[in-house]
Nanobody, 121 residues
Framework: VQLQASGGGSVQAGGSLRLSCAAS????????MGWFRQAPGKKREFVAA???????YYATPVKGRFTISRNNTNDTVYLQMSSLEPEDTAIYYC????????????????WGQGTLVTISS
C-alpha cells in the first residue's frame, strides 16, 4: 500500500490550495480516508475524514473552510482548503483507516508521507 500526497505549497492568507492523496491497492473504497496535520512544535491533529459512503467529518477549526472528497474510481482523496489562515501552516498527512471513530489511533492505520502547507500573513 502506498499513499502519495501532493498539492502542498505556499500561499498568502485568504488563498486556497487543494491537496490530493493517491492510494495504491485494490480496496480503496472500503476504507475511511482522512487528513491530519502537524504544525511546528505541536502534536499531530485531525483535520477531516470521509467514510466509504461519502459521509464527512471535520475538525472545528476547519469547518466551513475545508472540504474533503474522494474518488473511488481513481483511488484518490482530496482536501480543498479555502480561506487559509497562517494557523493552517503545517505538514498535512493522508491516512487510511478502517475505523472513523478512532482514526489516527489504530495500529492498522496507514499513513502517507506529508505535504507542507505554508500560509503567510
Amino acid at each position: 500500500v502506498q499513499l502519495q500526497a501532493s498539492g502542498g505549497g505556499s500561499v498568502q492568507a485568504g488563498g486556497s490550495l487543494r491537496l490530493s492523496c493517491a492510494a495504491s491497492g485494490r480496496t480503496f473504497s472500503r476504507y475511511v480516508m482522512g487528513w491530519f496535520r502537524q504544525a511546528p512544535g505541536k502534536k499531530r491533529e485531525f483535520v477531516a475524514a470521509i467514510d466509504w459512503s461519502g459521509v464527512t467529518y471535520y475538525a472545528t477549526p476547519v469547518k466551513g473552510r475545508f472540504t474533503i472528497s474522494r474518488n473511488n474510481t481513481n483511488d484518490t482523496v482530496y482536501l480543498q482548503m479555502s480561506s487559509l489562515e497562517p494557523e493552517d501552516t503545517a505538514i498535512y498527512y493522508c491516512i487510511r483507516s478502517l475505523r472513523i471513530a478512532t482514526i489516527g489511533g489504530n495500529e492498522d492505520d496507514y499513513w502517507g508521507q506529508g505535504t507542507l502547507v505554508t500560509i503567510s500573513s
